[in-house]
Each structure stands twice: as C-alpha cells, then as structure tokens.
C-alpha cells in the first residue's frame, strides 16, 4: 500500500508547502509514489487519518492551534516540521518579546477581536517532532529528498554544517572578510546552498543556528565591522529569533557566545 | 425549480488558504440569503507592528514572509514606498529587472492558479493531481509553464519564494545577460503554452452572473500596469497619485474576521486581473491584445467567474514582456542605486498577481521606522467576496447542498485570495429556522 501524506497549515506564508507544488519535474510521480490524503492546497478531497507522514508548517499562535496539532500528533506515524515558522516559530514570534497587547493596538482597530497567543512556538515544543527542515523557506531539494527517504524506510538526514562551509566548498568569496559586509554565515545551519554569499550579500541566518556556532567569535568580528550591538540582535533575531536566543542564551558566560562579556562596543 | 423552505446554513469550516485560514458562513431563511460572511481567522502575524524601530532596509525581506505565493509584490511596493521617501526613483534597466522578476511571480502565480486550483473547479476535480490522471498532457503544460515562471525568479530574485536579490535602490547583484538569454527558447515555447491555454479556459462553463463594482488598479503612462506611481478607477471617477491612496480607501475592522475589510469612499471596488483589464486593455503586448481578440474579451469584464481567462491573457503578457526585457537586456553598470535616509513619509504600490498592494513607511532620520501601513489586495477584495457570495447563493438556491457548496468554493477562487484552497473544506449543516 502506498504511504498516505498529510500536509498541515498552522501560523505561516504558504511558502514551505508551496515548495511542495513547485517541484513541477517531480509532483505527478510523487502523486503516483504516495497517497495525497490530506493537502488543502493542492486538492480538495480529504480522506480521515491515521497518515504515516504528516508534513506540519506554521507556529502555534492560537489555543486551537495548540489542540489541532495534538490531533496531528496522534494521528500520523512521523511528523515532519518544515520551515522556519514551524521549527523556530518563525518570524511572527518577534511578539515573543514585545507586548502583544501593544501590538494589536498598532495593527487593529478592534483589539478584542483578536484572538492569538501571546507567543509563536515551534511546533516541537508542543509535540515531538521526528523530522526537521528549516529555512524560511525550506529549500525543496531537501523536503524531496526527507520525503523519498521516509517513502523508503529509512530516516532523512539534513546536512548540520554551517553556511560558511558551502562558500569554501563553492568558492564563493567570503562577503565577511573580502567585502566587509555582516554574515551570519559562520552560525546559521546550511541547506541554502550559501545562496545569499552567491550574490556577494551576508547571510542573514534564515535557517537558524548550526550546531557548532560560536556566537562571541562572530559578534567580535560584527563589532569590528561599526555594527552595534542592536543591530547585531536584530540582524540574528529575525527569521529564527527563538532559536538565536537560545543559542545566545546557552553560550553566555561560556566563552563562545552572549554580548556581555567581550569585544569593544562601536 | 423547487423552493425550498425552511432555513439552511452553509458552513465552510476551514478555507485554509494561502494568506489564510477562513471560513465561510451563509445564512438563508424563506429563499432569502440573511447573511453571507468570509471569516479569515487566519491567526495575526503583526507585521505591522514588529517592524517600528527597524530599519528600512529590512521591509524588502520581512514582508516578503506576509505571503510565500506572491513575496515580490511586497518587495516591489515596500521598495517603492522607501525608496519616494528618499525621494529616488528606480529607472533604466534596474527597473527593467524588477519588471522581469514580477512578471515571474504572476506566471508562477497565475499559472498555479489556473491550473492547479481554479480550473478542477471547472472540470469537476478535487485538484491536479487527480485531474493529471485523465488530462496528463495539459497538467504537464501547465507545470512547465509554472516552472519557468519560477526560473525566471530564481533568475532575477536568487530564490522563487522569498527572493533573496532584492534591496532598496535595486538589487544585491546583476544577473548575467549570457545566463538571461539562455532562457529564451524556454520562454517562447512557455509564449505558445499560454496562448493554448487562453483557448483552452475559454471552452470551460461559465456561470452567469455579473458583479457590481467599480475596477481599481495601478496605471502605467506606456504599459501594462505592474509598478506605477497612479492609481485610477476604470469609470475614470477616480485617478491619483499613489500618496493619497488613503484619502479615499481605508480598512474596517469587522468582528468575524482577522482580514481588515477595504473600504472606498466611493463604494464597491474590487482589485486584481478584472480591474487591470478594465483599466489597461489597450496596453497589453501584441499577443496578448490578440488573444484577448480572440476569446472577445474587452474592457470591463464583469462576470468573476471569467477572470480565469484573463488570468491567462495575463500570463502571455507577461511571457511576451520577459522576452521583450531579455532580449534588450544590458547589464547596468551598478546593481543599485545609492539611498540616503532622512525623515520622511513614502508611498508605494504595485500590481501583486491578486490586485494592488499598497504600503506606506513613516521613516526617522536615521533611517529606522516610525510606522507602516499595509494594504494588501485579499482584503480589499473581500467585501466584493461576500456580495458575490450572497448573490451567488440567491440566484441558485435550487441547487443541491452539495452542489450549492461547489459553486460557493469557485466563487471565492475567482479573486484568487490567499485563502483559495480553504474552499476545499466545506461543510454543510441543514437548520430549521
């Protein structure tokens, strides 16, 4: 029997899962290879679960979205999470660290209207995720090549180095050094393809932190640069801030990462 | 045709859709529609809001994310919006490339929407895939034609769902004209493709029914609207510039939805490949006027359920004006133009593949944002949504449940709102009024 795909939407663009629809070379195979049996975006019928891979993007913002996703949970064999939104809450959790209250007064006329979380979380801190693809958005070489390897029973592996190394791979010029211009290239985790260094412009970290990132090293060499330390959290806490912070937050002290303890303010 | 008495509710549950999860809600009582609302409950992002206090190179990038299916569209009016509050303009072959870039997105765009989500609602499939089983060779086309549109992205913009190429003044880097031609064959086979498809959506069943509204869009002096700096209604009762945009249109906050609804002073409008068609006709490329000849489309087209094939006359526009661009295309001699920040308040619009998107930025002097506004196309055309749909549902309550619910769903895709696919979720519950 085939393996049956469900595709799920939460807090999100519809870029990730459009992703999905533009590998044109390779939809109707895909449609022959699985069973399509839950994509709002591609067709209409739905059949009931349990799917043996459900594909989730988005962040958790709403109370029903906290329960939807437990019905996802309990309903799918694997559940993979793609993009940024659904791996790091994407870039909608910047009301994390605001006031949220503050934040519908700026955007709506009717702020009792509006009901939402005071936060955007990834979709494992609310289920345990067996998959992750990150990217804002994902690059769907990798969510073709996760799904081929879960269709074959094997688990999908994602390449975990940083940027930085598919510029030396590539020979690309690094933009941080030869050009001067910020990177987050040398922290954030690959699968881009060092696209934004391609086009002689700084990574700006879109899938979130390699596992080997030295946030001091990098903040040093930002401060060298004239960026201040606000630009330089800015520049880290935009499209997988919740992730960032982490990071930050785990290497403070450590001698590897946080803004307190080294470097000269410009 | 039998009457039914008593009251029914068609619920749609879930339009989880593109720039939106929504819902539809139609109340009917004694053969008369009480009621007919969109919900868009498609949870807030604040954009809006989290972007005060940034800077303003940073709008290309961040509102990119408010929709995967048409980034460029926010780029171009946010680009457009900083770039007048610094009081520089665009020109020359940089704003060539941002034409070309756009007219990718409205090929990936249109063709996605004419293939893969409206025209199954013409021919009585649940979606593409299941189409592709009986009609392989035209599902094929159509994922051709998508592709290239995408190509042409990654061409220009580095990526097709949030384009990484883009800044304020023009682009990180130039695209290499040797790399540009080499699209040319597939561009004029793509050329061909759509001008079988306009023939093709043109033997499709068209309901009747004929909307009400005014057709609003931006006006270009010497083409077809995609970027311009006017905006003008097709009866000739309104023509602005961009700046005042918010003298005369503005957005309600209605409890049923999180879309804020748009408004016009005037009444009834709507956005999108109607209102440019109603405006524009005469500006289309030759091949593109002739196939709009040949399907005897002109002027204002005022039955929705047609805009799919304008959608495909725009399609071969945009196809001829990638050729035309690659073809005269010189590498300018910067990849931008230099920007200096000062205090100021700047406008920009553009043509997003759905209607006319419309942002303002309220900068500091040191460059960080004071305030924006953003009004994107979904919810101006909302308001024209509903009045469809509660005419729609009058003019056809002798249809089945089932078949009344199908044809609610098509409706809503006419205007291709981020929330199309919702309309696969439909569910219908019978009450007793």
Same mark, same amino acid.
């Given at each position: ?167 030396? #791979?590539? &020979? ?5 050094? *030869?050009? !001067? =211009?910020? /990177?987050? %290239?040398?922290?954030? #985790?690959? &699968? ?5 260094? *391609?086009? !002689? =412009?700084? /990574?700006? %970290? ?61 | ?433």
């Amino acid at each position: 029997m085939k393996p049956r795909i469900a595709v799920w939407k939460f807090s999100s663009c519809d870029g990730c899962q459009l992703s999905l629809l533009d590998c044109e070379d390779e939809l109707l195979a895909l449609g022959n290879a699985v069973e399509i049996a839950y994509f709002l975006e591609a067709t209409s019928r739905v059949e009931d679960g349990p799917y043996d891979v459900s594909i989730v993007e988005g962040s958790i913002t709403t109370a029903h979205d906290e329960e939807r996703i437990q019905e996802v949970r309990e309903n799918s064999g694997v559940v993979v999470a793609i993009g940024a939104c659904a791996t790091a809450g994407g870039i909608q959790a910047l009301k994390n660290f605001a006031d949220v209250e503050e934040y519908k007064r700026i955007v709506y006329a009717h702020p009792e209207y509006v009901d939402t979380l005071a936060t955007s979380t990834p979709i494992g801190e609310h289920i345990k995720v067996d998959v992750e693809l990150r990217g804002c958005p994902i690059d769907r070489g990798q969510l073709l090549a996760a799904i081929s390897a879960l269709v074959l029973g094997h688990a999908p592996r994602t390449k975990t180095s940083p940027v930085c190394l598919d510029c030396k #791979q590539n &020979g690309i010029t690094c933009v941080l050094v *030869s050009k !001067g =211009r910020p /990177c987050l %290239g040398p922290i954030t #985790q690959t &699968g881009c393809g060092a696209l934004c260094p *391609s086009i !002689g =412009r700084g /990574c700006f %970290g879109c899938f979130g932190p390699a596992d080997t990132a030295n946030v001091d090293a990098l903040t040093a060499q930002l401060r060298q640069l004239g960026m201040t330390d606000v630009g330089i959290d800015e520049m880290m806490n935009t499209y997988a801030t919740t992730q960032f912070r982490k990071l930050v937050a785990d290497q403070a002290g450590t001698g590897r990462g946080g803004s307190d303890d080294s470097g000269e303010q410009v | 045709m039998s009457h039914r008495t008593g009251g029914r509710i068609l619920n749609v549950k879930a339009l989880a859709r593109v720039e939106g999860e929504g819902a539809l809600h139609v109340a009917v009582r004694d053969n008369e529609v009480l009621d007919a609302k969109l919900q868009i409950y498609e949870p807030p992002r604040f954009f809006e809001a989290f972007l005060e206090g940034r800077d303003f190179r940073e709008p290309p990038d961040i509102t990119a994310r408010i929709c995967g299916i048409c980034p460029v569209a926010y780029q171009m009016s946010s680009c457009t919006a900083i770039e007048s509050a610094f009081g520089v303009s665009v020109e020359g072959q940089l704003a060539e490339l941002r034409r070309l870039l756009y007219c990718g997105e409205w090929i990936e765009s249109h063709v996605l929407h004419i293939y893969m989500l409206h025209a199954p609602d013409f021919l009585g499939y649940p979606g593409a895939i299941e189409m592709a089983a009986e009609h392989r060779d035209l599902v094929q086309r159509g994922l051709r034609m998508k592709k290239i549109g995408n190509q042409l992205m990654e061409l220009v913009g580095g990526r097709a769902i949030h384009p990484v190429n883009v800044r304020i003044g023009g682009f990180y880097s130039s695209p290499d004209p040797e790399r540009m031609r080499e699209m040319l064959p597939d561009l004029r086979w793509a050329l061909d493709a759509a001008q079988e498809t306009v023939d093709w959506v043109n033997t499709f069943s068209f309901p009747a029914y004929e909307g009400d509204w005014e057709f609003v869009s931006v006006v270009q002096p010497d083409r077809y609207p995609i970027m311009g700096d006017r905006i003008r209604s097709a009866s000739g009762v309104l023509d602005i510039p961009v700046a005042e945009f918010l003298d005369h249109f503005s957005e309600e906050h209605v409890a049923h939805s999180n879309a804020l609804h748009g408004k016009w002073d005037r009444g009834q409008y709507v956005v999108g490949p109607l209102a440019r068609f109603a405006n524009a006709q005469d500006q289309l490329p030759p091949g593109a006027a002739a196939a709009a000849d040949r399907v005897d489309l002109h002027g204002e087209v005022r039955n929705p359920y047609k805009s799919i094939i304008v959608r495909a006359i725009e399609v071969v526009a945009a196809y001829e004006e990638a050729i035309r661009i690659i073809e005269d295309y010189v590498r300018p001699t910067a990849p931008a133009i230099p920007v200096r920040p000062r205090a100021s308040v700047g406008h920009g619009v553009s043509e997003a593949p759905r209607g006319l998107l419309y942002h303002r930025y309220f900068l500091k002097d040191d460059g960080s944002i004071d305030s924006c506004d953003i009004v994107p196309p979904t919810a101006q055309n909302q308001p024209a949504i509903e009045h469809d749909l509660l005419h729609v549902v009058e003019d056809n309550l002798s249809l089945s449940d089932a078949d009344l619910t199908h044809l609610c769903e098509q409706t809503i895709r006419n205007y291709d709102p981020c929330i199309s696919c919702a309309t696969h979720f439909l569910e219908i519950r019978r009450v007793d009024v």
